[in-house]
């Protein structure tokens, strides 16, 4: 028999650097789940990662008190950052441009972030980073 799910957890932790302060204890402390053991598994999991990449995890939560989790890959704003080399994207988006990376970099983004993509093929996948870059204020070239 399935074991009963009491909730689900979101979080977005740095590659290998998960530990019991916040907001990581508090939010697994709510349910009662093992904090030490998750940060262990999770650093596990994202050793080979580039360290302090943030990762987003969904954490399923169960009745009697253990958890499975799941990662993703890393959000597009980031890796679109690295790709232009930026600390942060324009304050004002639309208005100021900050960098520019190009379509060929927009489609090496969408194939790491393909299975979290809602795209049919990898071109959908490439339209849709570059949008995101637009709305960072990043020019896509090419």
């Known amino acids: ?3 009963k799910i ?19 204890g508090p939010a697994l402390g709510q349910r009662g789940l093992n904090i030490m053991e998750f940060c262990k598994a999770f650093n596990a999991t994202t050793q080979n990662l580039e360290q302090g990449m ?7 939560a169960y009745g ?7 990662t993703k890959t890393p959000p597009a704003s ?15 988006a639309g208005r100021e441009t900050v960098g520019s990376i190009t ?6 983004i969408a194939e790491v972030k393909m299975e979290d993509l809602n795209a049919i093929d990898l071109d959908g996948g490439a339209q ?10 990043i020019k896509v070239e090419g």
């Open 1 to 3: 028999m399935a074991k």
């Open 6 to 24: 009491a909730g689900y957890i979101k979080l977005q932790i740095p590659a290998g650097q998960a530990n019991p302060s916040p907001p990581v």
């Open 54 to 60: 943030p990762i987003p995890v969904v954490i399923t």
């Open 64 to 70: 009697d008190r253990t958890f499975s989790f799941i």
């Open 78 to 92: 980031y890796l679109i950052r690295k790709a232009a080399g930026l600390e942060k994207g324009a304050s004002i």
């Open 103 to 108: 379509m060929a970099q927009a489609r090496e």
């Open 128 to 137: 849709m980073i570059a949008g995101s870059a637009r709305s960072m204020g």
